[in-house]
């Protein structure tokens, strides 16, 4: 009996002997890493749940191979150039690739080889192998500290880490509304959406079938239309703010995502719509600060808000990694039924309220990655990541995104104008134009400037006169529309642009006159 307790206690103990720390760190440096550079866009929870799965597998290859092999050094050394040849082959493949032409199979075929030779010269090596233990655990650890004290770093200086923004949003009384009937007020931001001119001039395409949709159902598009913002992040806290973002203390020198992220979250749109009775109703959009919002009282489409597989984070990592050949096809089908999932949801939101509805939905069509044809069919784009837009240089594949978000906006349009009973008010939007490559971003061409400046601005406002608001901007939009649904009195900003420089220090650079030129 005492024999078979024996073995057990020795193979107990030889597991416990092959766990080494170095394979975990190898597994969750590269997450860390990612985090520490992006928590002012990132949820921390995102980076943790991946840190988890990671760990668990690290734990789970370890069991199984030391089942097999005696020596238990070899079994974490080999996982650890696992780790590091799995997160490291996207890299290497993109830095081959700029210089050279070489094919994924090629080179997935060098790092398996130096994988399998590795397995087999450590496994059966005779040599103790302890020294490289300590080494890989010191290495480990240290990449892991730097960011970790870059993460500290940062919030320290004031770029704070989007779980350390605080967001309380206004508890806003609701006015007594009884005896005013007020419209469905619709939202949509089509990302990256392109004005009329610089589709034509700069993607050849001439958009007249959409405009001339929009004209009959009674919209009224503002002709050489300009955002005020070319980014995103500073586009939407300002239109939601009704406001130009200013560099000065009270916008932390310009740069801190946290406070754009705060102003979109807390912005005075949806607390003055809250006020009027509205209900508040967001579509989540897969850009963490417009995904979902305290202050709504619905965010549609939120199942995939807890779909770790949906976020920049996953895609990164895995894009870097050496399923790099294969993750577009693991995730493109995830984000293509996001997007379908808001076209849907907001077609027919309106019909669940009694009350008048102000839907806010930011969508990422047309901007890249490119999942859809012109006929909404799928396609592969070459990587997921919103950030790689510009460096694609696919302008067919952009306009055929335009061109899915042109037949799904004609259905969408259709639908509410058709179950709504008081006409709504719709504006369709994009947050800045197409976002084409600039050289030099602290130097961009005029021209460069108009493209990504010239964006689709579209109101249905039932009853009003747009004379006199012929240049009007984004910043205006909700100016406009309280004025004339709440007999609000705001006077209009300017309808100025400025250019984001992220050189130290950051500015906006008002380049208005340059775009009216
Ligand atoms: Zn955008």
Redesign the pocket.
Known sequence: MSSKKLLIGEKMNDLKNSIKLHPFLFAIFPIVFFFSLNSQEIQFLDALILITIFSVLTLGITLFFSYFVKNKESVGIVISIGFILFFTYGHVFNLITNTMEIGQSILLGIFITIFVVSIFILTKTKKKLNNISKIANVIGITLIIISASNLLLDNFQGNYSLDLVQISPKQSDIIDVQNTIYPDVYYIVL??YSGQEMLMDELGFDNKEFLTFLDTNNFHVIKNSQSNYA??YF?LPSVLNMKHLECDESFDGCINRGTTFEMIQNNDVMDRFKKEGYVIINTYSGWKPTSDFELANQNLCSKYYTNFINTELTTAIFSNSILNPAYVFLFEDDKREQIQCIFSQIKKVSVSYEQPIFVFSHIHVP?YPYVFDENGEPTSPERLEMGWEGEEDDKEGYLGQLKFANKMMNEVITEIKRDSKISPIIIIQG??GYKAKIDDASNPTDQELRVRFSNLNAYHIPGKDFSGFEDTTPVNTFRIIFNELFNDNLKMEENSSYWFHEKSPAYFDDITSILKK
């Open positions: 990302d990256a980014q995103t586009s901007h947050d800045h």
